[in-house]
């Protein structure tokens, strides 16, 4: 009975492991099928991209006026807001640094012809943001890449311009600052034979004082320079660029959707209205900021139409600076953050999927932030994949969710671990501890380029992310007992899933591993099936902070998670073991079990303990300032990659074992103790955390 018990659970697992095997005619969601049908109607594609087309049909030199004031997109959104009927709608105004602000930028061609190479009027992101004011004559050479010294040698490039294909600002770096070059043509491209006409955004670094200037051209443009330079032919270019810095303010625009019952309690939707100034792509970065005025107008046109009731909680949204304004934001309205339950984070949401082999993908929380919002989200994902596409069932889409402009692609998509670089990191950091996480487009074959336009959107697109988001974002705002046990079954059935695949991760690791790494192989096996049950567990239990006064739902919440450690773990620990013993006995070696090294015992009595200083959005002068940087050094000995998830994971119960194990299972690489003990007394000499022996 036994085996047959443990053979059953491990079925379980990895029958459900694998996506889009769901009878093609059972298509549910949390949501009941009526308002399914009310929330796909009123959700529109088309009205969040004439917002798109409002603020970025295409790229403004922008008016010297709104600088240190209201920029225009938030002056644009905050009229649109008020116009939808919030709550309540407000803009703040939060201190930056002066903004660099190009005003013309032009490259031409005199000598042996006179012909337009690039021009900021005609195309802004031709004009390396940062580039001084000049205007200047001089020959351009070629020196390949461009960023090392190897690329110069038998070259004098002082005092003439550099063409090159490396990223502008390292060669810029080398070029002019080393050698003297009096500016740079860069035909950088992440996707030359994709888009060869695309010109890059990108920037050049320095003192103001030695900065020059640079010019990003398209990939074809650079290799009809590079092969005439090659012939023999020389080249004299006209430069002429006016630039100035001005004074600036980061406007941060949020509106209220106030609750009725819990309104203290926040589902904080966010969007970065500004990726800079000068850039203003329409995928990147208004889309996502277009998506949530729509999510805003369809959740208050269903509460007045009568279709759905005002929510328990809170809903705001927020329209920021990407990490420039929401840090600061955070930081004023600590008191709100604390009191948030989730962070939906929409960041780049309307590409063509078909166009650009694109998917609409979920990036999950991080291991160190366990929530049911992942799975509220991958529910509604499911549904809108199972139900727009064509089956060999004969099925056609069976609740099209499709905008009349828009095209009529199946909605591709998948869930993926986390990933940061977007404002949802800001509310998942340590300090601030919101469970976040991002919907978004990738790739995105026109991403910081000049090929970031509107046409290279979808309306449907956009309007299967308002439903999607729109939807997630009211379940988990008016959540009440019955929703939540709903909800906790949908962990627990994903959790199935998420688990099948780990499982088969441990298993393949060691059928992929050499013999003489076969135990160390053993050991990061199965700590990744433990930490994965853990985070399984953990995130069952989440569901409790949505009715956390109900002792049903947290006695339901603790029974399924006390089921799956106690009954499936159990069995596919004892799985995994029994596959190591026939992977080694297939090798001609004996299956050692690892002991624990007294280091890590020593770690696994080691708690370390967040102080009062770690409030808010960590920042780096939190060491630096306080500790040497010989000191810094010796300690920094984890890869940077791991440094953030490290501190997420401090939290005054986790041993310092633990969170070496955790790291080790969410990363490719393994992760060694005295990493995570070195960065932890870092922590400590900073006054960052308190390190407790047990």
């Known amino acids: 009975m036994r085996n047959l018990a443990m053979n059953v659970a491990v079925s379980l697992a990895l029958s459900v492991a694998a996506q889009a095997q769901i009878a093609p005619w059972h298509h549910k969601t949390l949501l009941h099928d009526s308002l399914v049908d009310r929330f796909i109607e009123e959700s529109s594609g088309e009205r969040a991209m004439h917002h798109v087309l409002e603020m970025a049909a295409y790229e403004r030199n922008r008016d010297t006026s709104e ?33 660099w602000d190009g005003e013309e930028g032009e490259l031409w061609e005199v000598s042996p012809r006179r012909a337009k190479i690039a021009d900021y009027e005609e195309i802004a992101a031709t004009l390396a943001v940062g580039s001084s004011s000049i ?36 060669l810029h770096s080398v070029a002019v600052l080393k050698y ?55 080249i004299v270019v006209r430069v002429r660029v006016r630039s100035a810095y001005r004074p600036n303010r980061h406007n941060v625009v949020s509106a209220l959707l106030r609750g009725r019952q819990r309104a203290d309690e926040y589902i904080i939707l966010s969007a970065h209205l500004f990726e800079g100034l000068a850039k203003q792509g329409a995928n990147d970065n208004i889309s996502g900021s277009a998506c949530l005025l729509e999510i805003g107008r369809t959740l208050i046109a269903l509460m007045r139409q009568g279709a759905i009731e005002r929510p328990r909680r809170s809903i705001l949204f927020l329209w920021v600076p990407e990490y420039a304004g929401t840090i600061p934001w955070v930081d004023a ?5 604390r009191r948030a339950l ?34 509220v989200l991958q529910s509604l994902f499911e549904f809108v994949g199972e139900t727009n596409c064509e089956s060999l069932h004969g099925r056609r889409f069976a609740r099209p969710i499709l905008a009349p402009s ?92 998420r688990l099948g695949r780990e499982y088969k991760r441990a298993a393949q690791m060691l059928e992929h591993a050499r013999v003489d790494e076969l135990q160390a192989t053993y050991r990061r096996a199965e700590n990744l099936l433990k930490v994965s049950l853990d985070l399984e567990k953990r995130t069952i239990l989440s569901v409790s902070q949505l009715c956390p006064q109900d002792a049903a739902v947290a006695s339901r919440a603790q029974h399924v998670a006390g089921e799956l450690t106690q009954s499936l773990g159990p069995a596919l620990m004892r ?6 013993e026939v992977v080694c006995q297939g090798r001609g070696v004996k299956a050692v079990v690892p002991s624990p090294t007294p280091q890590e015992r020593e770690a696994g009595r080691l708690i370390p303990e967040p102080t009062e200083k770690v409030r808010g959005y960590f920042r780096r002068e939190w ?72």
């Open 67 to 99: 600088y240190g004031a209201t920029y225009f997109e938030a002056a644009y959104v905050l009229r649109q807001a008020r116009a939808i009927g919030f709550d309540s709608v407000a803009i703040e105004y939060f201190e930056a640094d002066s903004v």
């Open 135 to 170: 205007d200047t004559t001089g020959e351009l050479v070629y020196v390949g890449r461009g960023i090392s010294p190897k690329d110069y040698e038998g070259r004098d490039v002082a005092g003439k311009i550099v063409l090159g294909y490396g990223p502008t600002g390292m």
């Open 180 to 234: 003297g070059a009096l500016g740079v043509v860069s035909f950088a491209s992440a996707r030359p034979l994709e888009d060869p006409d695309q010109v890059a955004w990108m920037g050049i670094s320095g003192s103001r004082e030695r900065r020059s200037f640079a010019f990003n051209i398209s990939f074809r443009k650079g290799m009809e320079l590079r092969e005439r330079l090659e012939r023999g032919e020389t």
């Open 333 to 337: 309205h600590y008191d709100v953050v």
């Open 342 to 375: 989730v962070n939906i984070n929409l960041d780049m949401e309307g590409v063509r999927l078909s166009h650009h082999g694109s998917f609409y993908n979920l990036e999950r929380t991080p291991f160190s932030r366990p929530s049911y919002l992942n799975d």
């Open 406 to 497: 828009g095209s009529r692609d199946p909605f591709y998509y998948r869930i993926e671990y986390f990933y940061g670089a977007s404002d949802h990191e800001v509310f998942n950091d340590w300090g601030v501890g919101v469970p976040g996480v991002m919907p978004i487009t990738w790739p995105d074959l026109g991403y910081h380029s000049s090929a970031d336009r509107p046409e290279g959107m979808d309306a449907t697109q956009m309007k299967r992310a308002v439903f999607i988001n729109a939807a997630a974002a009211y379940l988990i705002a008016n959540a009440d007992r019955e929703m939540a046990l709903r909800i906790l079954e949908e962990v627990f059935s994903h959790g199935l899933g």
């Open 575 to 580: 799985n995994l073991r029994a596959h190591y």
């Open 623 to 694: 060491i630096t300032e306080a500790v040497e940087p010989a000191v810094r050094d010796s300690l920094t000995t984890i890869s940077r990659d791991k440094v953030q998830e490290l501190r997420r994971l401090i939290d005054g119960k986790r041993s310092a074992l633990e969170i070496r194990d955790v790291l080790d299972a969410e990363f490719e690489s393994p992760t060694e103790v005295q990493d995570v003990l070195n960065y932890l007394r870092l922590l400590e000499k900073a006054g960052l955390v308190r390190l407790r022996r047990l």
